[in-house]
């Protein structure tokens, strides 16, 4: 799993068919234990989340499984929305 952020949205109103109803949403990988932002990518959103908010992404296979259709055109799903997240660094 991948620790993001939303940082926008993705609107398309031609695609494959497949991905009608779906919610694409931006996401920019980070690092829970710094402040490094990573790359962004294009993410279908399972849970309802919004823009600023830190999420748990899948990718691949579990991605499509995550929305229940082997078949979908999709490498990224929010599968999670993140309340809190502790990391120790010890010296």
């Known amino acids: ?17 497949t991905l009608n109803g779906l919610k694409l949403m931006v996401v920019r990988r980070i690092d829970p234990a710094g402040d490094a932002e990573r790359d962004s990518f294009v993410a279908a959103d399972c849970v309802g989340a919004g ?9 691949g296979s579990s991605a499509r499984k995550a929305l229940r259709s082997p078949g979908i055109p999709v490498d990224a799903a929010i599968i999670g929305i993140i309340d809190e997240v502790e990391v120790r660094t010890e010296a």
């Open 1 to 17: 799993m991948i620790i993001a952020k939303v940082i926008g949205n993705v609107w398309a109103t031609r695609k494959e068919d």
């Open 51 to 59: 823009i600023g908010e830190r999420v748990l992404v899948v990718t």
